[in-house]
């Protein structure tokens, strides 16, 4: 089955998915994503993804790429036309396709795709055995709680933690640890949960607040 991706507005084969090379995402990173689960055929934590893409999309001075309707519908129907039972959708909005220039483009419509990937997410092998970490040093820029597809710091982390035969590398800033290369960083001792508050300096996950939502439950 080829698997139907979404670009700007249309429902592509991947082989036909393509963007400009004048798209600011390309060209300086500047973008936003969001990775939605899915389980069952349905979205999980969806309105929280799309809150907080709201506010990167804020944070950075960037236009929706559409209605709230339908970026919901273009969810449902990725799901549907992937026939995805379990996954991710991955999906990424940035600035737009000008020529290369620093500041912002002017009457520039953004640019949006997205697309599924099927994978284990209850039953995953990780979550019963456990995996090994490595500590790595946080190099990332000031503004972590925006969910930008500038990611070079988080993939130089993964790489050394997987030539380390790890699975993970939790970042550190200033002896303490600030997140997960690609996880939220959390320890249990004497039955509580210790994390990161809130600031800057981290993401706040999707998986964080519902991890919350339910202790407190």
Not at 114 to 126: E, G, I, R
Not at 130 to 152: E, F, H, Q, S
Request: charged share 25%.
């Amino acid at each position: 089955m080829v698997r139907t991706v979404y670009v700007n507005g249309e429902y592509l084969p991947e082989n036909e998915g393509k963007v400009s090379i004048f798209d600011r995402g390309f060209l300086f990173a500047d973008g936003v994503y969001e990775v939605s689960a899915v389980i069952n055929g349905k979205l999980v934590d969806y309105a929280a993804h799309m809150e907080r893409l709201g506010r990167s999309l804020n944070e950075l001075r960037m236009d929706w790429p559409c209605t709230r309707a339908e970026l919901d519908t273009m969810h449902h129907e990725l799901v549907r036309r992937n026939e995805l039972k379990e996954g991710i959708i991955y999906m990424q909005v940035t600035r737009g396709a000008a020529d290369r220039s620093f500041n912002f483009p002017k009457d520039t419509k953004p640019s949006h795709i997205a697309f599924t990937q099927a994978m284990s997410l209850v039953d995953n092998p990780n979550a019963r055995t456990g995996v090994k970490v490595i500590t790595t040093p946080d190099l990332r820029w000031a503004r972590r709680d925006i969910k930008t597809v500038m990611l070079l710091a988080p993939c130089l982390g993964k790489q050394a933690a997987y030539e380390q035969g790890a699975n993970e590398a939790w970042m550190v800033e200033n002896g303490k640890v600030t997140e997960g290369t690609s996880s939220n960083a959390y320890i249990v001792k004497n039955g509580k949960v210790i994390t990161r508050e809130i600031s800057n300096s981290i993401l706040a996950g999707c998986t964080r607040r519902a991890l919350f939502r339910l202790a407190k439950e």
